[in-house]
Structures are given as structure tokens and as C-alpha cells.
């Protein structure tokens, strides 16, 4: 999610750097240890095992500390892991975050403007840091089965760092999928992420993971190119 127009602020907004978090962890990490086999974990330990691309369609809601609803967004989804991803907003306004791999993107058609970080750069300022894409995720966090609630599995993750954004992160998933991401932030605001038509291991062409400004977009950051 992306600050509101009206805000004149930067086009990367706290939302933002909180849902990378997940994303970065979820397309760098290779696998769990399955130390503790509980319903959640074992979905969570299977997905990061065995889903090398996915394509989802999704809800994202930021609430704020009363629950009471700040911002609702939505689109389109795709990773190829490692760290390649892409995030197609198209409500409440067209924006692009898109990870190549080495490079991050975010692009607001309607600024016409672009910013561009490394994804080392992103990592350095998340509790992504704490995976290097060769260790598993329980080095970084603490992982425990949250049981069954309304037909979704849940696992639930702490960080081992008291540098994280988040205080706790949710998972859901549905028959294996990932359904849910619920992330809770030391402000004691919640970013819910509902995924939808998941797609498990599409083909997914390279191009769906390369960005270049249009003619006239102003970049923010120096792309390496």
C-alpha cells in the first residue's frame, strides 16, 4: 500500500515496507526446519519448500489501532523465487512494487515518478536482513502453531530482533495455500493482506519481473543500470 495523493509524501509509505518485509522473507527463503510439526507450521514449512512461483490476486486493509479501517487496496501478485516479485496495485490507484532480483521498483503512473533502492538496501532496514537466502526462517523468527480459526490454519512469527517493524506476524493458509498475511506493527496497527485465485507454480515469464521507466518518469535512486 502506498501513501495517500493527498499527503504529498514520498511514494513509499510505512505499509509498504512492512508487506516487503513478508514478501522479501517469502521469496528468499528456501525452506523450515520442521523441528516442530504443528498443523500451521507444516503448511508454512511446505509452502516455503515446495513454491517456487505463485500468482495471486489481492486485498490489502491497513487498520489502525481501534481496528477502525485507515486504507483498502487491491490488485495483482506475483514471486519467483529467489527474490523476484511483483505487486500490481489497481485500486485505489495504479502502482507498481516490482523486486528483479537485484533491484527494487516502486512506480506511480500518475506522479510519474519512480523510486529505485537495491533489494540489499531494503533488506538492511527489515528483519528480512536476518535471511540471506541460505539460512532457514527460524533463524530470524520464532515460529508457533496458532491452530484453526474459520477454516484458515494459522503460524504465527515473532522476530528474534527487537529492531524488527513488527511485532508479530500472521500466515494463514487453506488447504496448503497461503490465504492471509496479518502484520502487527509497533504502533499497534495492522496490515491484513487477503489473497485470492492463487496460482502454485505458473509459469512465469522474465519479463513479468523487468521494469523501465517510461519516457519522463522522474527516478528517485540511481537504478545501476
Do not use: H
Not at 502484520?183 to 493482506?193: A, H, I, W, Y
Request: a negative charge; aromatic letters at 8%.
Amino acid at each position: 500500500m502506498l501513501q495517500s495523493k493527498q499527503s504529498g509524501s514520498p511514494i513509499a509509505g510505512r505499509a509498504v515496507e512492512r508487506v516487503l518485509c513478508v514478501v522479501l522473507l517469502v521469496c528468499l527463503t528456501p525452506g523450515v526446519n520442521a523441528a516442530a510439526p504443528q498443523p500451521g507450521s507444516e503448511q508454512l514449512t511446505e509452502f516455503l519448500t515446495n513454491v517456487e512461483t505463485m500468482s495471486a490476486r489481492f486485498s490489502q486493509t491497513l487498520l489502525d489501532e481501534d481496528l477502525a479501517v485507515v486504507e483498502v487496496s487491491a490488485g495483482d501478485f506475483a514471486i519467483s523465487r529467489p527474490g523476484r516479485f511483483r505487486w500490481d496495485y489497481t485500486e485505489p490507484y495504479e502502482q507498481l512494487i516490482l523486486a528483479d532480483g537485484d533491484r527494487l521498483w516502486i512506480y506511480d503512473a500518475e506522479l510519474e515518478q519512480a523510486s529505485v533502492r537495491t533489494v540489499d538496501a531494503v533488506l538492511a532496514t527489515t528483519p528480512a536482513m536476518l535471511l540471506s537466502g541460505d539460512t532457514d526462517i527460524s533463524a530470524g523468527y520464532e515460529i508457533v502453531d496458532r491452530g484453526l480459526e474459520d477454516d484458515v490454519t494459522w503460524a504465527e512469527l515473532t522476530p528474534r530482533t527487537d529492531e524488527a517493524e513488527f511485532v508479530r506476524l500472521r500466515l494463514g493458509f487453506m488447504d496448503g495455500e497461503i490465504r492471509v498475511m496479518e502484520l502487527f506493527d509497533r504502533l499497534g496497527q495492522t496490515t491484513r493482506v487477503e489473497f485470492f485465485d492463487v496460482v502454485r507454480n505458473p509459469v512465469l515469464g522474465d519479463e513479468l519481473f523487468n521494469f523501465s521507466p517510461p519516457d519522463g518518469v522522474d527516478v528517485i535512486g540511481f537504478d545501476g543500470s
